[in-house]
């Protein structure tokens, strides 16, 4: 069964750094593009982040230059390091796995399947 689960949330100052965790089990995560995302309290849920496959790499402009995204095939992980963090990026994020090998733009194509999400709060 096709699961994702994050962890690595937490709450953290104005300019820190969290590094989030994606586990992925039940299929092959060597041929799919992952994505995160994050949901905002009263917004809509947005994409960050995507890296395909073969490891190319997209980001949101709201995160390009603080956030980067990674893929760890042989433990079945991705991973999102956010340096110089702000109160804009609190926010649950989530990772979710597309339907084949690429992202567009920095959201992976066809979502198949996400996480439950870890609570991201950047706050003094």
């Known amino acids: 069964q096709l699961q994702l689960v994050e962890s690595g949330g937490g709450l953290v100052q104005p300019g820190g750094s969290l590094r989030l965790s994606c586990a992925a089990s039940?299929?092959?995560?060597?041929?799919?593009?992952i994505g995160w995302f994050r949901q905002a309290p009263g917004k809509e849920r947005e994409g960050v982040s995507c890296v395909g496959s073969g490891g190319s790499t997209n980001y949101a402009d709201s995160v390009k230059g603080r956030f980067t995204i990674s893929r760890d095939n042989a433990k079945k992980m991705v991973y999102l390091q956010m340096n110089s963090l702000k109160s804009e990026d609190t926010a649950v994020y989530y990772c979710?796995?597309?339907?084949?090998?690429?992202?567009?733009?920095?959201?992976?194509?066809?979502?198949?399947?996400w996480g439950q999400g870890t609570q991201v709060i950047v706050s003094s």
């Open positions: 979710a796995v597309g339907g084949n090998y690429h992202c567009s733009g920095y959201v992976p194509v066809n979502i198949r399947s």
């Open positions: 039940g299929f092959t995560l060597d041929y799919y593009a």
